[in-house]
């Protein structure tokens, strides 16, 4: 399944991806803030980044050399007083939208947020259909039949047609 | 010359494979009884062929001959015999070659268990297995040839990623391929019915047990997989949402759909050309994994090394079968016509809402994981679809599922009524109340004290439904042995999936809302509170040695109130070949929750980082997912499915239903 | 109840469509791989905008800071490297003809030990204008590093208007990274 800590990323790309040096192993005592709340702040905010180096690790996961810098740059934007969304916003003005594992709700990712519940209602649609059809179909059967439905059977049940006057 | 006979009997396999592929699907059109019979003889060879090819593998690394470039790649003399094996199918070309012995072997399964199967979609069914199996093998051939020889041959292997050293990892792709692969027999069976444009109760009571044992498989593997990542990668996650695990939980949940789905057709004759679909997709969606998996298209943390041009003909493989069986679908689903009637409140119409809610699920999670693809080609930008994204709309989706596996079940056939089954489950809905405030008084978390309380309404009401068909409370011992024996297996299987379910809602909720986690540098003597356990580091012991690797080793002796519990000794191991280390973690595993110590690296004065974490109901999630899969082999074991008893009506003085 | 049967046979054909379409996404999307745009390449968010504010410390003792402020007037290629970075070395003897072309040659050294660069510019010879040393490594977050090496284009007005992710080949160098400098200099 996933290969996600201590598995260094082994990528085919000819350039040293920022995680090779050092044994740094995910979110280290040294990094913690003294204060309990930005400290809490902080773990909350990494564990929603994305690290640029190690794929589809948060930074607070990562081992990567880069992901210990920016769980440090995290610590210290919150020291020096921004909010949550500042310290994002520091993130993906230097890596773009792709540092946050939350996608961000805009017109490229309409499609993606809307997309849950668009496929429920397509899906219920489907059912409503299913039932709808099915109750037409059983009223269909259950109806008697017309006087021209009749005239016709009549006709098939003649033994003298040879089938040419009348055919369903 | 071991390899080269592994090499000429896969392609020996191919020809077996395109014989069987061709001649019973003409003797199916024309009515000859013979040529239909070749595929049962032929199925038997092509499975013979393709585990002979694989031996001829697993013997390459049994006994480490360097001289084939895929065993010097993979494996070295020192890795312990298991992981030798389990090397086998720990990279590429050998994990395909598993693939399709695993396809051999349900097509050699149906030859000999399926006698009382009509003969003619038995061989149409043989023979879109040996289609899949055709593409396949060509594919093992020109992209992916495990049996290429090296010159001039290495003194030693590079040996395998130590990750995959793990006796979790090593179990856990078979499984999985078993999963995946048993879809395969949905499929044909669904192809083999369009062709002949009819899809029957019998056609379900022959595709149910296949598609439940594929279903049993698959659930074990991806809770071996979880479990392998819970345990091995050192921070308690079992579920990251990463495309590669995701791939492995489309199928699943498709799988999951149709599972259900052909109960309606079972039972009621309709619903078929949904059943069909279901089928085509659950396979499709293993399909589409392989090709996510190996192509490249998406970066995951998983460790196939990828290459184009394997994705591109796994791409065109996906689109020759899912595509083919699509049009096939277009052209002959308008036959299927459906027979029995059902309310939209009925037992079947509580199986109809399970399917919209998880084929929805299913379509999220592909929508999500393929979101960044689409993105890339469209150069929209570039952006990253995780956890939170898939939590936010996955979990709504799951509510409803779950209040409805309670409900649904307590329905009658045909026409339900909800205030009965409502009033059914009142015990249920007290004691779900009463959990729910019970956890909201201890955690104040509104997650999760509705996460509790809905588990607590699925395990209540599931075992509920158990006691309202035995009534252990009105009627005699005896009596009540009579009826529990008069029960069909598949019952007792629903009800061992769903109480399964619940507990696997527990341990989920429990390991989110209420993790501990002390991460901090500690020197030999400090003791550290964790969640109400005192852990006492002992210092750490270097230079251990492994198998092929040497380790340091840190002990924790852990107590409770002054009371020994037990000592954790988890690792640092550093692996001689590949030259990488590995952190493995201790767990002390107890009913409600796991200690689990990780050690970190050493600092100047002398003390190591540690991390400590209590991960409440943990546990939980695997039984919770091992007991799912029980209930899909108990299921199995329902004498509806058993392989040559013939469908009888049952006795109407004592009406079963499942 | 014609209506309803074109309905039907626009349902079933619903599947096919979606399967298609997803099937000419992968495809494209491995023509982009082969291409050379491989998933993991996160494309900078900095191109067509100002180089980040820096004022760095040369490699070189003696030699004054190498700040942002001094780039502007010149098309200069702003190349990240480091001495523990193998793929560097390759890229290295080409950054010369980047030099002949005219264009100024800013390195940033990133996270090493300055001995040790200097010793491996000693060995591989110093084709570079001025060199920053950037220990710590927070100039390269500002630039939105994320491996070594990687190089900038910036032109005269101080904006970034071209990244390499890993290293510069010669090919890159002739169709791409020169022709665009010659623009820039017009």
Not at chain 1, 52 to 60: A, G, M
Not at chain 1, 99 to 112: A, D, N, Y
Not at chain 2, 450 to 460: E, I, K, N, S, Y
Request: proline share 6%.
């Amino acid at each position: 399944m996933t290969l996600r800590r201590n598995f260094v990323c082994v990528c085919a790309v000819a350039l040293v991806l920022l995680g090779l040096q050092g044994a740094a192993f995910a979110v280290q005592p040294d990094e913690m803030l003294a204060n309990p709340q930005l400290e809490s702040r902080a773990r909350v905010l990494s564990e929603g980044l994305r690290c640029p180096v190690c794929q589809n690790q948060s930074i607070d996961d990562s081992d990567a050399d880069l992901a210990h810098d920016l769980r440090v740059i995290v610590r210290q934007r919150l020291q020096s007083g921004d909010t949550d969304a500042q310290v994002k916003q520091y993130l993906v003005d230097r890596y773009g939208d792709y540092v946050l594992l939350e996608p961000p709700f805009k017109t490229s990712t309409l499609v993606l947020w809307l997309g849950a519940p668009l496929i429920l209602l397509a899906a219920l649609g489907v059912a409503l259909v299913f039932y709808r059809r099915r109750q037409e179909t059983s009223e269909d059967t259950q109806r008697p039949l017309s006087a021209e439905e009749q005239k016709k059977i009549a006709a098939l049940m003649d033994p003298q047609d040879d089938g040419r006057k009348g055919t369903l | 010359m071991i390899a080269e006979i592994g090499h000429f009997s896969l392609i020996l396999a191919l020809f077996v494979a395109l014989f069987q592929a061709v001649f019973p699907l003409i003797g199916a059109a024309r009515g000859n009884r013979a040529w239909m019979g070749v595929a049962e003889p032929a199925s038997f060879a092509q499975f013979l062929l393709v585990a002979t090819s694989f031996g001829a593998l697993t013997w390459c690394y049994v006994a480490s001959d360097f001289s084939v470039l895929n065993v010097a790649q993979n494996s070295h003399t020192d890795k312990p015999m298991l992981y030798k094996i389990a090397g086998v199918w720990a990279n590429h070309e050998g994990s395909m070659l598993l693939w399709i012995f695993i396809l051999g072997l349900y097509g050699a399964a149906v030859s000999w268990l399926g006698g009382n199967l009509p003969p003619a979609l038995r061989a149409r069914a043989l023979s879109v297995q040996a289609m899949i199996a055709v593409g396949f093998i060509l594919f093992i051939l020109f992209t992916s040839n495990p049996f290429l020889r090296l010159d001039p041959v290495p003194a030693n292997g590079e040996g395998l990623n130590p990750l995959l050293q793990d006796p979790g990892l090593a179990f856990h792709p078979p499984f999985l391929y078993l999963g995946y692969v048993g879809f395969s027999m949905a499929f044909s069976f669904a192809i083999a019915a369009l062709i002949e444009g009819r899809v029957d109760a019998a056609w379900a009571r022959w595709v149910r047990p296949w598609t439940l044992a594929a279903w049993c498989f698959l659930t074990l593997g991806i809770g071996l997989g979880s479990w392998w990542a819970y345990y091995t990668l050192g921070w308690g996650g079992w579920w990251y949402w990463d495309p590669v695990e995701n791939a492995s939980f489309m199928p699943w949940l498709a799988g999951t759909a149709l599972v259900h789905s052909l109960i309606v057709v079972e039972r009621r004759d309709t619903l078929k050309a949904w059943t069909v679909l279901l089928a085509i997709v659950s396979f499709s969606f293993s399909l589409l994994g392989t090709f996510l998996v190996r192509s490249g298209v998406l970066t995951s943390v998983h460790s196939f090394a990828s290459d184009p041009t394997r994705g591109v003909f796994i791409l065109a493989l996906l689109a020759a079968v899912t595509g083919g069986s699509m049009a096939l679908f277009f052209l002959r689903a308008p036959r299927l016509k459906s027979g029995g009637l059902f309310a939209p409140v009925s037992r079947e119409g509580s199986l109809v809402l399970n399917n919209v809610l998880l084929s929805s699920a299913a379509g999220v999670v592909l929508l999500g994981t393929l979101y960044p693809l689409f993105m890339d080609v469209l150069d929209l930008g570039k952006i990253s679809v995780g956890p939170p994204f898939f939590n936010a709309v996955f979990v709504p989706l799951m509510v409803p599922v779950v209040f409805l596996m309670a409900l649904g079940t307590q329905m009658s056939w045909k026409r339900g009524n909800l205030t009965l089954a409502l009033r059914q489950l009142k015990v249920a809905g007290v004691a779900a109340l009463a959990a729910l405030l019970l956890t909201w008084a201890m955690s104040r978390s509104l997650g999760a004290s509705a996460a509790m309380g809905l588990a607590t309404w699925l395990f209540v009401g599931t075992i509920s439904n158990l006691f309202n068909r035995l009534k252990p409370s009105r009627l005699s011992l005896s009596e009540v042995w009579r009826r529990a024996a008069g029960v069909p297996l598949s019952f007792y299987g629903m009800i061992l999936a769903h109480a399964g379910l619940a507990l696997v809602i527990v341990g989920i909720t429990g390991s989110t809302a209420w993790k501990t986690e002390k991460i901090q540098v500690m020197h030999s003597g400090d003791t550290i509170n964790v969640a109400g356990y005192d852990l006492a580091f002992k210092g750490v012991e270097e230079g251990v040695k492994g198998p092929n690797y040497i380790a340091a080793r840190a002990t924790f002796t852990a107590s409770k109130n002054g009371k020994f519990i037990a000592d954790l000794k988890p690792e640092k191991r550093m692996y001689e070949m590949p030259p990488r280390p590995t952190t493995n973690a201790a767990i002390h595993t107890s009913a409600f929750g796991d200690l689990y110590a990780v050690i970190g690296d050493p600092n100047e004065s002398g003390g190591y980082v540690t991390r400590l974490y209590y991960n409440p109901l943990v546990p939980w999630i695997f039984i919770g997912a091992g007991v799912v899969a029980l209930g899909g082999l108990v299921s199995l074991g329902d004498r509806r499915y058993r392989v040559g008893v013939p469908s009888h009506k049952v006795n109407p003085k004592n009406p079963v239903h499942a | 109840m014609r209506d309803t049967m074109f309905l039907r046979r626009l349902t079933l054909f619903f599947p096919m469509a979606i399967f298609l379409t997803l099937v000419g996404f992968f495809f494209y999307r491995l023509v982009l791989i082969e291409k050379g745009n491989t998933p993991n390449m996160i494309p900078s968010v900095m191109i067509n905008r100002p180089v980040p504010v820096f004022a760095l410390p040369s490699l070189i003792s003696g030699k004054p800071l190498v700040a942002s402020a001094a780039l502007k007037g010149k098309v200069t290629l702003i190349d990240v490297f480091a001495s523990w970075c193998v793929p560097c070395r390759v890229e290295h003897p080409l950054l010369a003809s980047i030099k002949e072309a005219g264009i100024a040659l800013v390195g940033i050294n990133y996270k090493d030990r300055p001995e040790d660069a200097l010793l491996w510019l000693e060995k591989l010879g110093d084709p570079y204008d001025a060199i920053a040393s950037d220990r710590d490594g927070r100039v390269a977050i500002d630039f939105g590093v994320y491996g070594v090496p990687e190089s900038y284009l910036i032109d005269k007005q101080g904006v970034i208007r071209f990244k390499q992710t890993g290293p510069l080949t010669p090919e890159d160098i002739r169709d791409r990274l020169l022709p665009l400098a010659k623009e820039l200099n017009k």
